[in-house]
């Protein structure tokens, strides 16, 4: 089954407690990107790429590192998260060729942090 | 600067009905539009594109007006399954960017 998964789903933390978000996807697509969800500001673009060892910061990039070593692959990175970085995340995959028409997001991460 | 504006609703309406949703970007260079579909906590799904000449998918037809800068999605004879938040979306160099969404209300 075509999918995109993140893991963990759901996670607590507290400030300064460096984390990774999981972000993989079985299609082979080139493009991936990362979506934090607040209420009333909608989804922006954190950072995505558009292939292995490349990525490109999005509208809100800042407080995240993200790395493209595998295809499949786009883990996100709070290196030291504070209570603004509490959200909801979702990854998502598309080809390279059609990025937009076909984009997939995963389930979705929910992170908060006190 | 609000690059892509929706009505957030809720707009509530009774099954059968029909809903219409406005959509309004500021970058006249977007290159391709989109619905998304948006279901409580879930993910975003892709509804339907839209394209120039207007394009209908079932009950769903979206429209759009470059001159304008303006899109929009209707949607005959509401399903209580419709009851989401709806997400206008414009593609400007491979980059996406989300309207808030307008959550729609589909009573029995």
């Known amino acids: 089954e075509a999918q995109v998964t993140q893991n963990p789903r759901y996670l607590i933390t507290v400030t300064g407690k460096k984390l990774t978000v999981t972000c993989s996807q079985n299609m082979n697509h080139e493009y991936m990107s990362w979506y934090r969800q607040d209420p009333g500001l909608g989804l922006r673009q954190i950072y995505y790429?558009?292939?292995?060892?490349?990525?490109d910061k999005g509208d809100v990039p800042e407080g995240y590192k993200v790395s493209r070593k595998e295809k499949r692959n786009f883990p996100l990175i709070l290196e030291s998260p504070s209570p603004n970085q509490t959200s909801l995340y979702f990854c998502?995959?598309?080809?390279?060729?059609?990025?937009?028409?076909?984009?997939?997001f995963g389930p979705g991460t929910r992170l908060t942090v006190l | 600067r609000k690059e892509v504006e929706q009505d957030p609703g809720p707009f509530n309406v009774p099954e059968g009905a029909t809903v219409a949703f406005n959509c309004t970007y500021s970058n006249s260079a977007s290159q391709s539009f989109f619905w998304y579909r948006q279901d409580c906590r879930k993910e975003p799904k892709l509804l339907m594109s839209v394209y120039s000449s207007g394009n209908e998918d079932g009950r769903f037809t979206a429209q759009l007006n470059r001159a304008s800068q303006y899109i929009s999605l209707l949607i005959r004879d509401s399903k209580l399954s419709d009851s989401a938040t709806y997400l206008c979306?414009?593609?400007?160099?491979?980059?996406?960017?989300f309207g808030k969404g307008t959550m729609l209300l589909v009573s029995p």
């Open positions: 979306v414009v593609n400007v160099y491979s980059t996406l960017t």
């Open positions: 790429s558009m292939n292995v060892e490349v990525t």
């Open positions: 998502a995959s598309s080809p390279l060729d059609s990025p937009a028409d076909t984009q997939y």
